[in-house]
């Protein structure tokens, strides 16, 4: 079966500092990969998706930055910390088959302070 | 106007009554709609899909689909405390092939013994 693992849970952080949110998924190959910010109250924004090692897409113009370095593997990161970067931080994956419903499968989540 | 609205609640129900959730969305494009629930501080987790227009039954839960008026439904039936938790709509259109789902901001559900 197929797991998805993020890490750390949780982080605290000062502005100004980078960051480096990391995902793993298992028992799968070629899975395409997303982040994901959801605000407090709101719904998940797509921040990033990747269909494959080295392919990034972005959704949203930011101070974000993601990876792709392995097939499974998916890093989100920043040199400088906003206040606005506060949030839950969502990676998921889904199959990479086209033209039929992909669904999505959600980690377990980051939740960021920035102070 | 945002693709997809979603009532945020939150919304409070005795244990064992019928919880009706919804969604109105703007983009004809989408064809697949699904519903995701969220505990706190958990990440989403699919509840169930619908392909464009009709209903879906699973257990307690029947999702409905009208595409002429763009709304989309969730009930739950004899509803218990378990199913306390933050509930997600989304949607995406047909072949988009990375799987790009649009969702709404969610609605909190309480629901007390």
């Known amino acids: 079966s197929q797991t998805i693992h993020q890490w750390p849970a949780t982080l605290v952080q000062p502005v100004g500092s980078p960051l480096s949110l990391e995902c793993t998924v298992e028992g799968t190959s070629n899975p395409n990969l997303y982040w994901y910010r959801q605000a407090a109250g709101r719904g998940l924004q797509l921040l990033f998706y990747s269909v494959g090692i080295g392919q990034i897409s972005s959704e949203v113009p930011q101070n974000l930055s993601a990876s792709r370095p392995q097939d499974r593997q998916f890093i989100l990161s920043s040199k400088k910390l906003l206040l606005s970067d506060s949030g839950f931080y969502l990676c998921?994956?889904?199959?990479?088959?086209?033209?039929?419903?992909?669904?999505?499968?959600f980690g377990p989540g980051t939740r960021l302070t920035v102070l | 106007q945002k693709e997809v609205e979603q009532d945020p609640g939150p919304l409070s129900v005795p244990e064992g009554a019928i919880v009706s959730l919804n969604c109105t969305y703007s983009n004809s494009a989408f064809q697949y709609f699904m519903w995701y629930r969220q505990y706190s501080r958990k990440g989403p987790e699919l509840l169930m899909y619908?392909?464009?227009?009709g209903n879906k039954e699973d257990g307690r839960f029947t999702a409905q689909v009208d595409k002429s008026s763009k709304y989309i439904s969730l009930f739950i039936r004899d509803s218990q405390p378990s199913d306390s938790a933050t509930y997600l709509c989304?949607?995406?259109?047909?072949?988009?092939?990375?799987?790009?789902?649009?969702f709404g901001q969610g609605t909190i559900l309480t629901v007390h013994p």
């Open positions: 998921a994956w889904s199959r990479s088959t086209s033209g039929r419903l992909n669904e999505q499968f």
């Open positions: 619908t392909y464009s227009s």
């Open positions: 989304a949607m995406t259109s047909h072949g988009t092939s990375y799987g790009k789902l649009t």
